[in-house]
């Protein structure tokens, strides 16, 4: 089976600016979870969708959405950007039950300057 | 806050040696304890992981050692090779799913 898959790998962005992520999970996982990886706050958890509702939400602020779609690709986007928001973004796909195991994509690097 | 407490931030272990990382937690309702290995430019991915019904689980060259009364567990590399340096994380979680993780131990194995 093909791993999770995230697009793009990199991006820039300006304060202000909006972006949205991508990622597609494993064949026939319907939960895909988000996490910011950063040196300081290290892996930190941003939601979870389970068949296209939200089933759990981290402390993150409202410029943080996603949304997941009816083939189990995600998105995420943040809006109004800011240098904090520089880090590595990963994407995990889990099958469903919440038991199961979370398996992570590449992640997308995002630079805010 | 923290919810999981890892431990030592670096270790710098020679080649054939034992490798170990503690992580402690405060939260009774985890119940899935499982250790990532990160390599630069790659996502985590899962190395093993133990559920609180067993006090050790073994795969390989990695053994996590499960401490429920303490709340903590920990992870050994036996005979650690060069190529097991990597970042890596311990994380916890509960029913609700997600993954509460350690702040991560910079593993370097020497020659």
């Known amino acids: 089976k093909a791993g999770v898959t995230q697009t793009p790998r990199y991006l820039i962005k300006t304060r202000g600016q909006q972006v949205t992520l991508s990622c597609s999970p494993i064949?026939?996982?319907?939960?895909v979870s988000w996490y910011q990886q950063t040196p300081g706050q290290g892996l930190q958890f941003l939601f979870e969708?389970?068949?296209?509702?939200?089933?759990n939400k981290g402390n993150f602020p409202g410029r943080f959405s996603g949304r997941q779609f009816s083939n189990s690709r995600s998105e995420m986007n943040v809006s109004t950007l800011e240098l904090g928001d520089s880090a590595l973004y990963l994407c995990a796909s889990q099958g469903g039950a919440i038991t199961d195991t979370q398996y992570f994509g590449p992640g997308t690097r995002l630079t805010v300057l | 806050q923290q919810q999981v407490k890892q431990s030592p931030q670096s270790l710098i272990v020679q080649k054939g040696g034992i490798s170990i990382i503690n992580c402690a937690y405060e939260?009774?309702?985890?119940?899935?304890f499982p250790w990532y290995q990160q390599f630069p430019g790659k996502g985590p991915a899962l190395l093993i992981a133990i559920r609180p019904d067993v006090s050790e689980k073994k795969e390989g060259r990695f053994t996590i050692s499960f401490n429920k009364s303490a709340k903590q567990f920990s992870l050994h590399i036996m005979d650690s090779q060069p190529g097991d340096s990597a970042t890596y994380f311990c994380?916890?979680?509960?029913?609700?799913?997600?993954?509460?993780f350690g702040k991560g131990t910079s593993l370097l194995v020497t020659p």
């Open positions: 064949s026939g996982h319907r939960s």
């Open positions: 969708y389970f068949s296209e509702t939200q089933r």
């Open positions: 939260n009774t309702a985890f119940d899935y």
């Open positions: 994380a916890a979680s509960g029913q609700g799913g997600a993954l509460n």
